[in-house]
């Protein structure tokens, strides 16, 4: 087996793990990106390997997918972020445990409702009303 199909491999083994795996986060931009940088060599790559292009493309969308995933959680910081300060700035006392809710949730829809109740809310248990899980 030649190191292109070996890469190749390793490339898809990773692809096949659960998306918050660390060995993904960590190996697969790495040997993503290594694939498409490796020359267009066949003794790299083997005679029966898909056509450069094909690999472009892949590690394009998945760079642009990497970049989308860590907008949404940039975003999904901002506003845990923005909850807390209107929290704290309104007086409400949050417990340890609505501040983890608050900071673990990468939900941007549940994070706008809270926000939205935190302007209006009394106590910060109203904040969360249904939505705290159980």
């Not at 790299?44 to 949404?72: C, I, V």
Request: net charge negative.
């Amino acid at each position: 087996m030649g190191a292109g199909a070996t890469l190749k491999t390793a490339i898809v083994e990773l692809a096949g793990l659960p998306a918050d795996a660390w060995e993904r986060q960590m190996l697969l931009p790495l040997l993503a990106r290594l694939r498409y940088d490796l020359p267009n060599d066949p003794a790299l790559h083997g005679a029966n390997e898909e056509n450069p292009m094909r690999s472009q493309e892949w590690y394009e969308t998945f760079k642009r997918d990497l970049q989308a995933q860590g907008k949404a959680e940039g975003k999904a910081e901002g506003k845990a972020e923005a909850l807390l300060t209107v929290c704290l700035r309104r007086g409400l006392a949050l417990s340890d445990q609505q501040r983890a809710w608050i900071t673990a949730t990468h939900d941007v829809a549940a994070l706008d409702r809270w926000l939205d109740r935190a302007i209006t809310a009394t106590t910060p248990d109203a904040i969360f009303l249904s939505d705290a899980p159980h």
